[in-house]
């Protein structure tokens, strides 16, 4: 009896070592599978039958792969195939370096996609991670950047310019309702009169499209590197297009509408082109002085609180390092000691800028009850790199 269980438990282990295989350096499951499978394609189905490979790139020497039933090695006569198509020509749905023949793509029932067995519904294999054990540092990556970054918000941030500069730059036009009774705020399908026509400086011609804009006065107080000065905001508020054109004024009726047109404080201009931010890339700016950051000046909203997707100005622009798409921190300083560094209140991006100063889109708020408020400090905390 002891020999016949002795005999059964030899034949056992000869059936395991014959379904099993040791890695030897440099092996990977393709040649494997290539090898003993007959199949370079069948890997996920090898990764599959062994649940203690996590990665399916990485195997090492002395790694038991069991390769399933015992695989019967002797010569067989290779089975008939029809003949292969002429040509080759790549086909990007297929994996790097796999070409389809010309003449068979689209046939289900070619030779070679029954080679491709299971590799189409195996993706979900390919894209397991192995699961990290308890107490692990685990890390996050960054989203890809989009080309034309933030276009919207870009379009309707403020642009902050000496009253003296908008009433010399002859591309700012009068603009006046032109409704028989002019109604308190001009909403789509209403009527305006444009300063502009046949005999103007600026030549018009119907369908033309005109930017309608808010122009206020703001007085913007002094900061440790600018004195008090006077300012006017111009803020995006519609879209209107040209119907008919006289010697100095033209008629156009409003298509879109964005804020409140009020003509008491409005201005228009001929649409120019839009030339988006392309962020292509970002340099991490990883310090930065306390003493030379840029402070808050002014909220260009009308509510108190600003928010996200709420727009501020600083009191430094391109002349103190500030560009189009540069990511910036928002702090608040703990006046009460010099040595407790800032707390970080938020996060933005430059949409507009001039040599004294940058309009920022707030993106990210981290505090309810802490505002941004006049002297709140911003610092650049990613350079960006635009499309030349």
């Not at 282990?13 to 295989?21: E, M």
């Not at 103007?200 to 033309?208: I, L, M, N, P, Y």
């Not at 404080?265 to 950051?293: C, L, S, W």
């Not at 507009?352 to 707030?362: E, P």
Request: hydrophobic share 35%; aromatic share 8%; net charge neutral.
């Amino acid at each position: 009896m002891r020999h016949i269980k002795s005999i059964s438990i030899a034949l056992g282990l000869a059936a395991l070592a014959a379904s099993a295989y040791f890695v030897k350096e440099g092996d990977t499951l393709w040649d494997i599978s290539d090898e003993y499978l007959q199949d370079p394609f069948a890997w996920p189905d090898l990764w599959e039958n062994n649940q203690h490979i996590q990665d399916p790139h990485w195997i090492y020497p002395g790694d038991s792969i069991y390769l399933g039933e015992a695989q019967d090695t002797s010569e067989k006569p290779a089975p008939k195939q029809s003949a292969p198509c002429a040509t080759a020509k790549p086909d990007s749905t297929l994996p790097k370096g796999v070409t389809i023949p010309s003449g068979c793509a689209g046939n289900e029932n070619t030779n070679f996609e029954k080679m491709l067995g299971k590799l189409a519904n195996d993706t979900a294999h390919q894209k397991k991670k192995p699961s990290k054990p308890k107490g692990t540092s685990y890390y996050y990556s960054q989203r890809a950047q989009p080309k034309t970054f933030n276009g919207f918000y870009q379009v309707l941030a403020p642009i902050v310019m000496p009253p003296k500069e908008i009433k010399d730059d002859k591309n700012w036009l009068s603009i006046r309702s032109g409704e028989k009774r002019e109604p308190l705020v001009h909403t789509a399908e209403k009527e305006v009169v444009i300063g502009i026509g046949m005999n103007t400086e600026q030549k018009a011609h119907v369908g033309d499209m005109v930017e309608i804009w808010d122009a206020h006065r703001a007085n913007l107080p002094a900061t440790k590197i600018r004195k008090d000065e006077k300012a006017a905001i111009l803020r995006y508020t519609g879209l209107a297009r040209i119907t008919d054109v006289g010697d100095t004024l033209s008629r156009a009726v409003i298509l879109q509408t964005m804020y409140e047109i009020k003509m008491e404080t409005a201005k228009a201009r001929i649409q120019k082109p839009f030339e988006p931010i392309n962020v292509v890339g970002y340099d991490t700016v990883k310090t930065a002085k306390v003493d030379e950051m840029a402070i808050v000046r002014y909220s260009l909203e009308k509510s108190q609180v600003v928010g996200p997707y709420g727009y501020v100005m600083i009191d430094q622009g391109s002349e103190n390092g500030y560009a189009l798409g540069d990511g910036v921190a928002i702090w608040e300083k703990d006046r009460s000691d010099a040595l407790i560094p800032p707390r970080l209140l938020a996060r933005g991006i430059v949409t507009t800028l001039s040599k004294k100063h940058a309009v920022i889109l707030v993106r990210e708020s981290y505090y309810g009850d802490r505002r941004i408020d006049f002297g709140s400090l911003v610092s650049i905390t990613h350079k960006a790199s635009l499309v030349k």
